[in-house]
C-alpha cells in the first residue's frame, strides 16, 4: 500500500501535523520560516519518526518533482546526529562572485575535518561513509549595498554526538584560516556557526530555502573509506546525479540516525569527560617536531640536515633553497629550469585569493620532483599575508595530500603559465637555459647535444607522438595540429643557426673589451672561430638529418596519444578553448592536449550584432520542433552534447519520413561543431558484434574525441539492434580500436549516439536498462514547395520550404554554437526527458515487447483451469512465426517469467487460475476432430 494514500499532498500533511494552541513547544520537530510580506505562512510541526518515510516522500514531491518552493527546517535530534556545518561567508559587498573554489573545499575536508576526526574517533577499513556539499547557486548580494553573503552546508555521514561536534568545530577554528584564504569581513568564530554544532539551531532542510532566498543545491558527493595500512582517508568522488532523492533522501536529513557509527578516540577521552562533567583540561606540553628536509643526496645527508622550524624568515629560506639547488646533478638541469619559471609566476599565483592556481603549481612541481618543496614555498612566501611557521603543515599537505596527478598539469604547464603571464621574465629564463645548453655544446659538439639545444627551443611548440611512426604535433591556434616536422627541421637551418650566430657576436663584444696582445683577446678569437665553424653544421643536410633524428627522442611523448582529447569540458574554437565546467573561454593551453576544434570562431551572445541570425535558429528549432516540451528537450540535448559526457545515458533516434528538417539539423550540428562531429557512422557499430581482437578499425578509431555522432540510415536487412553494443556506447564506457599499421588504442566514449531513420530498429530485448536508453523525437513537421503549398502530408505543421536554407547553415553555425554553449553553461549537460518523447518511447517498446502482446491476445484468467509450460511454449511459437514471419522469437525463459510475474509463480504442472485463449476456428476444428 502506498505509504501516501492518506494524504493528497505534503499541505495536507503538514496540517495534520501542526502544533496545536497551547501545545507543548518541546515536541517540535519541523518549522516553516514564514514571511507576512510574501504571503509565506510560518508553522510548527511535530512528526512522530515513524511517519518521517511518508513525509519524505510528499516533500519530495513538491519539491524535486514539481518543482515547487518550501521553506522547512527541522530539528537536530538530542545527544547524537550526523556532523552538520554549516559555514557563512560574508564579503564587502563590492565582491561579485564566489571566493572558494571546489580545490577549496577538498582542502577544507583533507586537510581540515577529515584530519581532525582523526584525533576524535577510530576509524574502521570496512566501514564507509558520505559526505554531501551544498552550495547556493551564486553569492547573494544584499540590495542595501552592505555586504555580499554566501556560504557552504555539508553533511558528514557519521553518527557524533554535540559534545564531540563542538570539540571538532573548535579544533576547525585554529586550521582553517590556514586552508581557506578569503576576503572575509567576519570573523572565523562567525563562519562557522556554533549553535549547529550544540544541536541547539535547526538546520535547513535540503530543498527548502528562506523566504526571498534561494535553495541550497548538492554540488559535490564524496564516498569516504578508511585505509589502515597507511591510516589515511580515500576520497572517492561520485557523480552528484547518481544520488536518488526517491531512497536516500533520509540521508540528508539531520534526523537521521543510522549513520556510520565509530569509536572515540581514547587521546580524546579526558578532554570529552572534562567538557560533559564541566571540568578543565590540564594543557599538555607541546612536542616540537623535526622534519627533514630532502635538499641533498644520499652521500651529503649527513653534513646537510635542515629542520623546517628552522626556516623563519626569507634569508633562512634563500640559504634553505641555495642548498636545494646544489644538491641537484649535473644533468638536472631542468629542475633548476623549473624553479625559475615557478619564481617568475606574478602575485596571481601567490597572494590572498590565488589558491586554485598555487595549488596547481604546487601539483606541477611535485609532479616533477619531490624535492621541489622549497620552490612551492619560495613563491607562497612572496604574499603579503605568509606565516614562516606554517611551512611545517604546508609540507604535511605535499607529503600526504598532493598525492592525485590533476591531468596535464606537468613541469610545462608551469613555463607555459610563465609565458602567458610574465612573458619578459620568460624569455630571459628561456635565454638562460638555452645559453646553458649552447655552452656544453661548445665542449662536446655531438648531434645529441644539439638536438638538446633544439629541444630546448622548442620543447614547448612541438612533440613527437610517435617514434615509430615519426609522428609529429605542433601547438598552434590553441590546439595540437598534426605536424610532419619538416617545419622543425627547417627551424635547424634558421633558427638555430640565428642563435648561434648571436652567441658568435656576444663573444665578439667580449673579444672588443681586451687589447689584440691579451692572451684573452686570443682565447675569444679562437671561440669566435669555433662558434662559426659549429653555425655552418647547422645548414649542412647530413648533419641536420642527424640532429633531427636525435630529436625525434628529445620530444618523444609517450603519453601524448593517450592524452589526446581527453578532457570532456573543453572544446576548441578557432579563437580559443571554452571550458564548459568552469564557464570561461580562454586561450588553449598545450596541456589541454587538444588536437580537434569546431573549425569556427567563438564569441559570446551579442543580443544587437547577433539578432538577425538568432531570430533565424530559433526559427529554424520552432518549425523542426513545433510542440514547446519537446523544441525545449531538443534545445537541452544539442547543448549537452558539447560535453564529451552521455550524462542522461539515452540514445536519441531522430524518426520522420521525408522533408522533415534531419538532415538540416544534422547538417548544421556538422558546421558547428566541426571536426567534433562525425555525421558517417556505420549503422554497424549497433547492429554487429565487436570488430575482433587484432582487426583495424579505422572507423572507430574517427571516433575518439567526438562528441555528437550520427549513424547512417539502418535498412530492413541491418535493422537488428544489438542491446549489448548500445548499452555500451551510451554509458561511461571505453572503446577498443586500431588504426591501419598502428598499436590498439583504448580510449573514453565522449561521443552522444544519434541515428537519423524512418526504420526503426528491431529489439529482442525488454529489459529495462536497454529501454530507458531509447528516445525517439519524432520530426513531426513537413517542409513543403513555397510555389505550390500544396501537400499530402497529415501534419498540422507544415512550413514553406527555404530552398537556399543549406547555404544559409554555415553562416547560422557561429551564432547556433553560441546559444548552445550558453546553454549548456546553464544545464551542465543534464536533459530532462520530456512527456512526449517518453510517450512515443512507450509505443516503440510495446510494439517491440512480443511477449506482453501474445499474454495479452492469448492469456485469460480462469477459475479451475491451468497451463502447462510445454504449452504455453508451443502456443507462443506458433503465434510468433505467425506474427513476425522469420524473426528469431524470445527465449521461452522469457516467457516464463513474464508469466510469472503476472500470474504468481508457476507450480510443477504450471501455472493455475489461466488458459490459452484458442481462436474460434482451432475450436470447431477440435470438436470436428473429436
Known amino acids: 500500500m502506498d505509504l501516501t494514500s492518506h494524504y493528497n499532498d505534503l499541505s495536507e500533511f503538514l496540517a495534520k501535523h501542526s502544533l496545536k494552541k497551547d501545545g507543548d513547544t518541546s515536541l517540535i520537530t519541523h518549522t516553516r520560516i514564514g514571511d507576512k510580506t510574501s504571503n509565506i505562512y510560518g508553522g510548527s510541526y511535530v512528526i512522530p519518526k515513524e511517519e518521517l518515510p511518508i513525509f519524505y516522500r510528499l516533500y519530495c514531491e513538491k519539491v524535486f518533482v514539481k518543482k515547487q518552493m518550501e521553506y522547512l527546517t527541522e530539528k537536530q535530534q538530542k545527544g547524537t546526529g550526523p556532523i552538520l556545518i554549516d559555514l557563512d561567508f560574508r564579503y564587502a559587498h563590492s565582491v561579485t562572485s564566489r571566493q572558494h573554489t571546489k580545490e577549496h573545499i577538498q582542502d577544507l ?9 582523526k584525533e576524535l574517533l577510530v576509524f574502521k577499513e570496512n566501514v564507509s561513509f558520505p559526505i554531501y556539499i551544498m552550495e547556493k547557486e551564486d553569492v547573494n548580494r544584499l540590495q542595501d549595498g552592505s555586504l555580499t553573503k554566501d556560504g557552504i552546508h555539508i553533511i558528514i555521514g557519521i553518527q557524533m554526538d554535540h559534545v564531540l561536534q563542538q570539540i571538532l568545530r573548535e579544533k576547525m577554528l585554529e586550521e582553517i584560516p590556514k586552508i581557506l584564504e578569503l576576503p572575509l569581513i567576519n570573523d572565523w568564530s562567525a563562519v562557522l556557526d556554533d549553535g549547529i554544532s550544540k544541536g541547539t539551531t535547526n538546520w535547513q532542510l535540503f530543498g527548502s530555502r528562506k523566504p526571498n532566498n534561494k535553495a541550497y543545491e548538492i554540488t559535490q558527493y564524496y564516498k569516504i573509506s578508511f ?3 597507511d591510516s589515511e582517508f580515500i576520497m572517492d568522488e561520485r557523480r552528484v546525479t547518481d544520488i536518488d532523492l526517491e531512497k536516500e533522501f533520509c540521508l540528508l536529513s539531520a534526523q537521521y540516525d543510522n549513520n556510520a557509527v565509530f569509536e572515540m578516540n581514547p587521546s580524546i577521552k579526558e578532554t570529552y569527560d572534562s567538557r560533559v562533567n564541566n571540568k578543565p583540561v590540564r594543557p599538555k606540553a607541546q612536542i616540537k617536531t623535526k622534519l627533514r628536509l630532502l635538499t641533498t643526496d644520499a652521500a651529503a645527508a649527513e653534513n ?12 633562512t629560506l634563500k640559504n634553505a633553497v641555495e642548498n636545494m639547488m646544489k644538491s641537484f646533478k649535473i644533468d638536472e638541469y631542468e629542475l633548476k629550469e623549473v624553479h625559475e619559471y615557478t619564481q617568475i609566476l606574478p602575485k596571481e599565483y601567490y597572494e590572498p585569493g590565488s589558491h586554485s592556481k598555487n595549488i596547481k603549481v604546487a601539483f606541477a612541481l611535485k609532479n616533477t620532483d619531490e624535492r621541489l618543496f622549497l620552490s612551492w614555498i619560495m613563491l607562497r612566501s612572496k604574499a603579503s599575508d605568509f606565516d614562516f611557521a606554517s611551512i611545517p603543515v604546508l609540507h604535511d599537505k605535499w607529503s600526504k595530500h598532493l598525492k592525485e596527478k590533476p591531468e596535464g598539469i606537468t613541469k610545462k604547464s608551469i613555463i607555459y603559465w610563465a609565458k602567458q603571464d610574465a612573458p619578459e621574465d620568460y624569455e630571459r ?6 645559453n646553458h645548453f649552447i655552452e656544453k655544446t661548445l665542449t662536446s659538439p655531438t648531434e645529441w647535444d644539439f638536438a638538446m639545444v ?9 612533440v613527437c607522438s610517435s617514434y615509430t611512426n615519426k609522428t609529429w604535433y605542433a601547438f598552434r591556434n590553441h590546439r595540437w595540429e598534426l605536424d610532419e616536422g619538416q617545419t622543425l627541421r627547417f627551424s635547424i637551418s634558421v633558427d638555430m643557426y640565428n642563435i648561434y650566430q648571436e652567441k658568435m657576436a656576444s663573444i665578439m663584444n667580449e673579444m672588443n673589451h681586451y687589447e689584440p696582445s691579451d692572451e684573452r683577446y686570443a682565447a675569444k678569437s679562437k671561440m669566435v672561430k669555433w662558434v662559426s665553424e659549429l653555425s655552418t653544421r647547422m645548414r649542412t643536410t647530413s648533419i641536420k638529418n642527424n640532429i633531427f633524428r636525435e630529436a625525434h627522442e628529445l620530444f618523444f611523448d609517450k603519453e601524448f596519444t593517450k592524452n589526446m582529447d581527453t578532457n570532456r569540458y573543453l572544446m576548441c574554437f578557432t579563437n580559443g578553448v571554452v571550458d564548459i565546467k568552469n564557464k570561461v573561454f580562454r586561450s588553449g593551453y598545450p596541456q589541454d592536449y587538444i588536437t580537434k576544434c569546431t573549425n569556427i570562431p567563438y564569441y559570446e551572445l551579442d543580443h544587437v550584432r547577433d539578432q538577425n541570425t538568432m531570430e533565424s535558429i530559433l526559427q529554424f528549432m520552432e518549425q523542426l520542433f513545433p510542440v514547446q516540451a519537446l523544441n525545449r528537450y531538443m534545445w537541452d540535448h544539442l547543448s549537452s552534447v558539447l560535453i564529451g559526457e552521455n550524462i542522461n545515458q539515452v540514445f536519441n533516434i531522430y524518426r520522420g519520413s521525408g522533408s522533415n528538417g534531419k538532415s538540416m539539423l544534422a547538417d548544421l550540428m556538422a558546421f558547428t561543431l566541426g571536426e567534433y562531429c562525425m555525421t558517417t557512422v556505420p549503422i554497424t557499430l549497433v547492429t554487429e558484434k565487436r570488430v575482433g581482437q587484432g582487426q583495424t578499425s579505422s572507423e572507430v578509431m574517427q571516433l575518439k574525441g567526438v562528441r555528437y555522432a550520427v549513424m547512417q540510415e539502418p535498412t530492413k536487412d541491418s535493422c537488428k539492434l544489438n542491446e549489448g553494443m548500445m548499452k555500451n556506447l551510451t554509458g561511461d564506457s571505453t572503446l577498443q580500436a586500431r588504426e591501419l599499421y598502428c598499436k590498439s588504442e583504448t580510449f573514453q566514449i565522449q561521443f552522444h549516439l544519434v541515428v537519423c531513420t524512418n526504420t526503426l530498429f528491431e529489439i529482442n530485448s525488454n529489459d529495462d536498462g536497454t529501454w530507458r536508453r531509447i528516445c525517439i523525437v519524432d520530426f513531426m513537421s513537413k517542409f513543403v514547395d513555397p510555389e505550390t503549398q500544396k501537400t499530402e502530408y497529415d501534419t498540422p505543421y507544415q512550413f514553406p520550404k527555404d530552398k537556399n536554407l543549406k547555404e544559409k547553415l554555415p553562416k547560422m553555425a557561429r551564432v547556433f554554437a553560441s546559444m548552445l554553449v550558453k546553454r549548456a553553461f546553464e544545464t551542465q549537460g543534464k536533459v530532462e526527458i520530456c512527456d512526449i518523447v517518453r510517450s ?10 512480443h511477449i506482453a502482446a501474445f499474454i495479452a491476445e492469448m492469456v485469460g484468467r480462469k477459475e479451475g483451469k491451468k497451463i502447462a509450460k510445454r504449452e504455453l511454449t508451443e502456443q507462443f511459437k506458433i503465434w510468433f512465426q505467425d506474427q513476425q514471419g522469420g524473426r528469431r522469437a524470445p527465449k521461452g525463459i522469457e516467457l516464463h517469467e513474464f508469466m510469472d510475474k503476472k500470474f504468481g509463480k508457476s507450480r510443477r504442472d504450471g501455472w493455475h487460475g489461466v488458459e490459452i485463449i484458442y481462436p474460434e476456428s482451432e475450436i470447431v476444428d477440435e470438436l470436428f476432430d473429436n
Do not use: A, N, P
Open 304 to 315: 646537510e640536515v635542515y629542520s623546517l622550524q628552522d626556516i623563519i624568515d626569507h634569508g
Open 429 to 434: 629564463v628561456k635565454k638562460t637555459t638555452i
Open 454 to 462: 633544439l629541444y630546448q627551443m622548442f620543447k614547448e611548440v612541438y
Open 840 to 849: 512515443s518511447s512507450d509505443k516503440y517498446r510495446q510494439g517491440q515487447d
Open 227 to 229: 585505509d589502515e595500512s
Open 109 to 117: 575536508l583533507c586537510l581540515g575535518y577529515l584530519e581532525k576526526l
